[in-house]
């Protein structure tokens, strides 16, 4: 059950929380601006929604039966908005995220910038913390990564996003990008994602390699339990039997995510494929499954990438893929970033 309050007093969300408390369910508060939304778990056979509702303060109240509340579509019907500086995601248009893989110094993030610009992404990307499989594998250039992200995409004129992969450093990683990244290794580090609910910043949150859509809607729900509305979840291939691709690209979680939850999702087929051969054909294919955004690692010169080069494809493909995007959305009845003739 969800309760929510408008402007209401102190004293106005203690008597909820008291009456919560006297039929033996747990109540959360979330306070913003403007509203109060109480959680409320527990045994809610016998709780008569009219009794809040009836409350001081109380604006609406909502039950909602999934064991996510506030991701749900039962608590939010219409689509959220995640504005990212001049990218914005679960609209009309569909948003393009490009670049390497690992930011590896200020002239290859500067070169992959200006060909995903000129094509007609939306927002750059660039790893400086890699959570590497193997600790022989280059790590990221760390803080160097970030002042170079960020000048980038000041000189560009692309907001950015890079991925914090431990809590001590979400507030660092913070002043430098326009968004933070949670990839798939972290989806359920629960004390990375309470910090990045403190941020202030958009969240990409990536699903887990073998976490189910209700596992990975529990972790956003982490997130906004903490404060933080700002979601995009992104499918990048789940772990399966199959060995020709890296992953497989769960695109059947498009469709189900836009009808169970508000949030926007965006597919990153570089991942899910592991191969720039399918990198544009499962891009295509998100489009038309409903996605409302796409995550392409790019490189200036993929043979020469110290991560990753194998899915990444190279500016003209890149270039060829955006083109291809175009008249496939003018035929969805959406449109992707285009170039700024
Ligand atoms: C990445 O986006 O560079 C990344 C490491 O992705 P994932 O967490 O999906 O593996
Ligand atoms: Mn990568």
């Given at each position: 059950?969800?309760?929510?309050?408008?402007?209401?007093?102190?004293?106005?969300?203690?008597?909820?929380?008291?009456?919560?408390?006297?039929?033996?369910?747990?109540?959360?508060?979330?306070?913003?601006?403007?509203?109060?939304?109480?959680?409320?778990?527990?045994?809610?056979?016998?709780?008569?929604?009219?009794?809040?509702?009836?409350?001081?303060?109380?604006?609406?109240?909502?039950?909602?039966?999934?064991?996510?509340?506030?991701?749900?579509?039962?608590?939010?019907?219409?689509?959220?908005?995640?504005?990212?500086?001049?990218?914005?995601?679960?609209?009309?248009?569909?948003?393009?995220?490009?670049?390497?893989?690992?930011?590896?110094?200020?002239?290859?993030?500067?070169?992959?910038a200006?060909?995903?610009k000129?094509?007609?992404?939306?927002m750059l990307?660039?790893?400086?913390?890699?959570?590497?499989?193997?600790?022989?594998?280059?790590?990221?250039?760390?803080?160097?990564?970030?002042?170079?992200?960020?000048?980038?995409g000041?000189?560009v004129g692309l907001p950015?996003?890079?991925?914090?992969?431990?809590?001590?450093?979400?507030?660092?990683?913070?002043?430098?990008?326009?968004?933070?990244?949670?990839?798939?290794?972290?989806?359920?580090?629960?004390?990375?994602?309470?910090?990045?609910?403190?941020?202030?910043?958009?969240?990409?949150?990536?699903?887990?390699?073998?976490?189910?859509?209700?596992?990975?809607?529990?972790?956003?729900?982490?997130?906004?339990?903490?404060?933080?509305?700002?979601?995009?979840?992104?499918?990048?291939?789940?772990?399966?039997?199959?060995?020709?691709?890296?992953?497989?690209?769960?695109?059947?979680?498009?469709?189900?995510?836009?009808?169970?939850?508000?949030?926007?999702?965006?597919?990153?087929?570089?991942?899910?494929?592991?191969?720039?051969?399918?990198?544009?054909?499962?891009?295509?294919?998100?489009?038309?499954?409903?996605?409302?955004?796409?995550?392409?690692?790019?490189?200036?010169?993929?043979?020469?990438?110290?991560?990753?080069?194998?899915?990444?494809?190279?500016?003209?493909?890149?270039?060829?893929?955006?083109?291809?995007?175009?008249?496939?959305?003018?035929?969805?009845?959406?449109?992707?970033?285009?170039?700024?003739?």
């Amino acid at each position: 059950m969800i309760i929510m309050m408008n402007t209401p007093t102190t004293g106005q969300v203690n008597r909820v929380m008291d009456k919560l408390r006297q039929l033996g369910l747990d109540g959360h508060s979330i306070t913003t601006a403007d509203k109060t939304i109480i959680t409320a778990s527990g045994d809610l056979s016998a709780c008569n929604p009219d009794l809040y509702e009836r409350m001081p303060g109380v604006d609406k109240v909502v039950i909602v039966a999934k064991p996510y509340k506030l991701a749900s579509r039962e608590f939010q019907q219409h689509n959220t908005i995640v504005t990212v500086g001049t990218a914005s995601f679960g609209g009309e248009n569909i948003p393009v995220i490009a670049g390497p893989c690992a930011i590896e110094s200020y002239k290859q993030l500067q070169q992959a910038a200006a060909s995903a610009k000129e094509a007609g992404a939306a927002m750059l990307r660039g790893g400086a913390y890699k959570p590497r499989s193997s600790p022989y594998s280059f790590q990221g250039l760390e803080k160097d990564g970030l002042e170079i992200i960020r000048t980038v995409g000041q000189e560009v004129g692309l907001p950015v996003v890079s991925e914090v992969t431990d809590p001590r450093k979400v507030e660092l990683i913070a002043q430098h990008v326009d968004m933070l990244q949670i990839g798939t290794r972290n989806m359920q580090n629960f004390v990375l994602l309470k910090e990045v609910a403190l941020a202030k910043k958009p969240v990409l949150l990536k699903r887990g390699l073998a976490a189910t859509i209700e596992e990975w809607l529990m972790a956003a729900e982490y997130i906004m339990s903490g404060g933080n509305d700002q979601i995009v979840l992104c499918e990048r291939g789940i772990r399966t039997y199959e060995t020709y691709t890296r992953n497989t690209l769960d695109l059947s979680a498009v469709p189900v995510i836009k009808h169970i939850s508000h949030l926007p999702v965006i597919v990153d087929p570089s991942h899910g494929t592991g191969s720039w051969r399918w990198v544009s054909p499962m891009a295509k294919a998100a489009v038309a499954a409903g996605a409302d955004g796409l995550l392409i690692e790019m490189h200036p010169c993929p043979e020469e990438a110290l991560s990753d080069g194998p899915q990444s494809l190279t500016p003209g493909n890149f270039a060829q893929l955006m083109e291809e995007l175009d008249k496939l959305t003018a035929a969805l009845g959406r449109t992707v970033n285009k170039k700024e003739k």
